[in-house]
């Protein structure tokens, strides 16, 4: 028995090295795909042979400009702030998988089955655990019954659900914004040519703004803001996902359940794919 015991135990371990290993790593889809489009729109106007032709400052003025102070009526300006910052995350940071999370979730229960609730704090610092993962360890570390610790993380993922749709609800707004921004700024380029006609060296300018301002309009809505809210609702979607398996994982080791009967638990929310195999 104490053989077994001690091999469960280094098994237990090897686990949580693994764990520890996989680090947050970069979404190679989201920015590679936003470079990459970048660079298609940009080679085309240097083979063109005239680049500079699609820079023009008060094009850019009305629909970048345009654009965040109109979406700022829609929102406050904390949630317009607040989405920018989630807007880069979603470009650089890559979501655990439901996956990924029922093996740490699995580690950390069997950690706890041998070693008691005493050590899950230091069982999800060695698989480098999340924020919430850590918060309902703590709970359960704390001696809290199981059904205040259910109720909590509820809540706590309902708010986390609640701040992701404001984010993908800005950037949502913008993208709306940024298309009628591009339309607006070409009104304004055509009523300034229209109106000096008499003067041939104002009809350039003019032109460039009316068209210029379509065309940004349309890179940020169709290559930017849109995209990014797709994103975002994905990743939303993975983290409330693996939020769920964390508050099931960490119920069961509140009723000191049988880590097994978690594994099989787990797998019933998974799909096939994703299905994890911990303990063969």
């Known amino acids: ?66 654009t965040f102070l109109v979406t700022t009526i829609s929102f406050s300006l904390r949630e317009v702030v607040h989405a920018q910052g989630v807007m880069l995350r979603a470009v650089v940071y890559h979501s655990e998988t439901p996956a990924e999370a029922a093996m740490r979730m699995l580690y950390v229960a069997d950690r706890a089955r041998h070693e008691g609730p005493i050590s899950l704090e230091g069982s999800v610092k060695n698989a480098h655990a999340g924020r919430f993962l850590i918060q309902a360890v703590s709970l359960v570390a704390d001696g809290m019954p199981t059904e205040e610790i259910e109720q909590m993380l509820a809540r706590e993922s309902h708010a986390t659900r609640e701040r992701h749709v404001r984010s993908a609800g800005v950037l949502r707004r913008a993208g709306e914004v940024a298309p009628a921004m591009g339309l607006i700024g070409t009104l304004v380029g055509l009523v300034q040519m229209l109106g000096n006609l008499d003067d041939p060296s104002t009809i350039g300018p003019s032109m460039a703004v009316a068209l210029l301002t379509t065309f940004y309009g349309a890179i940020l809505a169709n290559m930017f803001f849109n995209p990014l809210a797709n994103k975002l609702e994905r990743n939303s979607e993975i983290e409330l996902m693996v939020n769920h398996i964390y508050a099931i994982g960490v119920a069961s080791v509140s009723r000191q359940e049988n880590p097994r009967r978690l594994e099989m638990i787990i797998n019933s929310i998974l799909s096939p794919a994703q299905r994890v195999n911990y303990f063969d």
């Open 1 to 66: 028995m104490a053989t077994a015991s001690t091999a469960e135990k280094a098994r237990a371990d090897d686990r949580g090295t693994e764990l520890a290993n996989r680090a947050a790593s970069l979404d190679i889809a989201t920015l590679g795909g936003a470079i990459g489009a970048f660079v298609v729109i940009g080679a085309a106007m240097v083979i063109g042979g005239s680049p500079g032709s699609f820079v023009d400052i008060p094009a850019l003025l009305i629909v970048i400009g345009g």
